[in-house]
Nanobody, 125 residues
Framework: QVELVESGGGSVQAGGSLRLSCTIS????????MGWFRQLPDKGREAVAT???????YYTDSVKGRFTISKDSDKNTLYLQMDSLKPEDSAMYYC???????????????????WGQGTQVTVSS
């Protein structure tokens, strides 16, 4: 059973930055996909960014140029650097893993089997 624990959420004004971290209980291995998703109240969960073991990345259009996903394999930790934050970025953010890097290309919630508990990000105007 993979355990994921997010941290780093909080409240920030528009234009500010936050860095989310996700500690994963297992070693990063070849073939995995790891990602960040977000969810608004009464809305579905959407993929924000993914990264695979080859460091190939995916970003949803609304965050391109503002968010950066990265990983530290030595620390089993996934990051999401969020800059130039906007009020519409406010959501609960979740990290997740999938057991095949193919799921990084067009990430769907149902392809990711392990999830963290989420961390809240609130951006005020």
């Amino acid at each position: 059973q993979v355990e994921l624990v997010e941290s780093g959420g909080g409240s920030v004004q528009a234009g500010g930055s936050l860095r989310l971290s996700c500690t994963i209980s297992v070693q990063f291995t070849a073939g995995y996909c790891m990602g960040w998703f977000r969810q608004l109240p009464d809305k579905g969960r959407e993929a924000v960014a993914t990264i695979d073991h080859l460091e190939s990345t995916y970003y949803t259009d609304s965050v391109k140029g503002r968010f950066t996903i990265s990983k530290d394999s030595d620390k089993n930790t996934l990051y999401l650097q969020m800059d130039s934050l906007k009020p519409e970025d406010s959501a609960m953010y979740y990290c997740a893993t999938a057991d095949d890097r193919v799921y990084c290309v067009h990430p769907q919630v149902y392809d990711f089997g392990s999830w963290g508990q989420g961390t809240q990000v609130t951006v005020s105007s």
